[in-house]
T-cell receptor
Framework: DTGVSQDPRHKITKRGQNVTFRCDPI?????LYWYRQTLGQGPEFLTY????????KSRLLSDRFSAERPKGSFSTLEIQRTEQGDSAMYLC????????????FGPGTRLLVL | DAKTTQPPSMDCAEGRAANLPCNHS???????VYWYRQIHSQGPQYIIH???NNETNEMASLIITEDRKSSTLILPHATLRDTAVYYC?????????????FGGGTRLMVKP
């Protein structure tokens, strides 16, 4: 257990529905990252926050995706109008500061869109 | 960040050393070599990282060649619980975002 928690661990939804995932980072870690991992592939970067500011978004993050970290602690990732191609593992990671070099990952949320 | 090349899979006998190679021939002087592993259905787990010198911690040793174009992760006494996908990642020191770029990794199977 790295101390990063994610909820839910599994989510099954129908195409077109909205889903929201939550990530609770290690306490006082000011960097928070979201990655997506499809079957058989390595994780791919989606976006990251420095405190409450979202500093970078990957081109993988379409307009249907939105991430927030309102108080610089937990973060949410919402997918609107889900598509079957959104089926993946969504991973969250946190890091202490820009001078800390290690990202600690949560267990992930596995999404299946039917 | 430089690209890495790893064998897709390897086997290792339980109790023996597992040596996982990684090629990063285009690495530049300001890029770290990181190793993470991912056990089935879990998030990636940090193992070790280095810049130029060899590194050792409680989990593994990292051997980086003198020209830095390749490295080897060594698990000295592999156990069944070390069965996982191992990712070698190169990340620039001045990568302000610190985001990690994962490749396909090496699937290590530790056999009894």
């Amino acid at each position: 257990d790295t101390g990063v928690s994610q909820d839910p661990r599994h989510k099954i939804t129908k195409r077109g529905q909205n889903v929201t995932f939550r990530c609770d980072p290690i306490s006082e870690h000011n960097r928070l990252y979201w990655y997506r991992q499809t079957l058989g592939q390595g994780p791919e970067f989606l976006t990251y926050f420095q405190n409450e500011a979202q500093l970078e978004k990957s081109r993988l993050l379409s307009d249907r995706f939105s991430a927030e970290r309102p108080k610089g602690s937990f973060s949410t990732l919402e997918i609107q109008r889900t598509e079957q191609g959104d089926s993946a593992m969504y991973l969250c990671a946190s890091m202490a500061s820009i001078h800390q070099e290690t990202q600690y990952f949560g267990p992930g949320t596995r999404l299946l869109v039917l | 960040d430089a690209k890495t090349t790893q064998p897709p899979s390897m086997d290792c006998a339980e109790g023996r050393a597992a040596n996982l190679p990684c090629n990063h021939s285009t690495i530049s002087g300001n890029e770290y070599v990181y190793w993470y592993r991912q056990i089935h259905s879990q998030g990636p787990q940090y193992i070790i990282h280095g810049l130029k010198n060899n590194e050792t911690n409680e989990m593994a040793s990292l051997i980086i060649t003198e020209d830095r174009k390749s490295s080897t992760l060594i698990l000295p006494h592999a156990t069944l619980r070390d069965t996982a996908v191992y990712y070698c990642i190169v990340r620039a020191v001045n990568n302000a975002g610190n985001m990690l770029t994962f490749g396909g990794g090496t699937r290590l199977m530790v056999k009894p």
